[in-house]
């Protein structure tokens, strides 16, 4: 490690902050974990011949941002006052769930079966979700969840995840965008070669957003990875220390 | 040599902006306009989650000893950047670089509390780099 090494990280550091201030966009390209480049070759297959989505994905440095959402006058209201306290409330910082499509800035290992798809969090509080490819319906009669229901199924080769069923104390960002209980999430997967996930995901919510709105993700393959332990609730002693302004 | 500099800066920052993301919001819970650098020995390293601290044992002029307590980043993002929680040995003289707590108050333990940014060993060694500022996000990065 070089002496200009130290040296670097502190500008990089700076103009990182600066750049948030000044309201630059955070660089659209680049991995969060440990600088890797996508692995290249053709899209894996199961042996039933779907796209295999198994592997260990790093979100990327773009991972927070979900664009504009487009929110009713009380929901706007709600976002503004959660700024304006530097997101000291944020649920994600007492370590309950981030809820969904909100995810952490550490990887994300994807285990698939036939039937049933599942995505470890190795962040935030280890959260998981099952995406049920059996062709069963949401349940009725749900009781709000912090992750939701989500129900799977193939179009062509993507992946198309309905997610229903939440509670409305999650934020979708850090920052505070709310939400209510009729959140509905689809997300639409694709890896379209060895090394890329793909996610096109599309919000509605009735009760807090003017419009439906959409925005896109993409993760990198880490081939040689393993997620973490990360064990929020050990040590939190941040939640006493949140004063905000 | 600049060259090289300007390499190494873009680099790093794709290395390091990112795992500097915290769980909590670093500007409701620190504040970036009270820099402070820190001398003194290494107490204990408390490898935990969601963020690892440094503790440290600083002498005043008058011998009194104050402990301090530096939020790191997450264990997880600290051990994919080479450290671990060996890196530092008690005993060991230290200069943390950081930023106070905005409410000054001590962590339950009775330490003072800040937020670490980078530790610099006698030999010049820089240890544990990065800090929750990372995600100092309340305006202008998007939601």
Partial sequence: MSRAFPIAIFVCLALAFAGALSGQAPPPTGTSMGNEKAPTGPTPRTPEGKVDFSGVWDPGSAFFNIGQVPLQPWAAELYAQRRANLGKDDPEAQCLPAGVPRISPFPQKFVQTPTLIVILDEGNVHSYRQLFLDGRGHPKNMDPLWMGDSIAKWDGDTLVVDTTGFNDKTWLTGQGVPHSEELHVIERYRRPDFGHLDVEITLEDPKAFTKPHTFKRGFILLPNWEIHEYVCNEFNVDKDHLVGK | ?143
């Fill in chain 2, 1 to 143: 040599m600049f060259r090289s500099f300007a390499g190494i800066a873009l680099f790093s920052m794709f290395l390091f902006a990112v795992p500097a993301v915290a769980h909590h919001s670093f500007a409701a819970e620190y504040d970036q306009n009270k820099p402070i650098t820190v001398k003194g020995t290494v107490n204990r390293v408390a490898w935990v989650n969601p963020h690892a601290y440094l503790y440290i044992d600083v002498k005043d002029d008058a011998g009194k000893l104050t402990v301090w307590a530096f939020e790191l980043l997450s264990p997880n993002a600290l051990a994919r950047q080479g450290w671990d929680s060996k890196s530092l040995k008690p005993g060991q003289a230290v200069t943390v670089d950081g930023y106070m707590a905005k409410d000054g108050k001590p962590l339950a333990d009775g330490s003072q509390h800040a937020n670490s940014r980078m530790v610099t060993t006698e030999d010049g060694k820089k240890v544990y780099i990065g800090s929750s500022l990372g995600d100092t996000t309340p305006v202008g990065r998007g939601q």
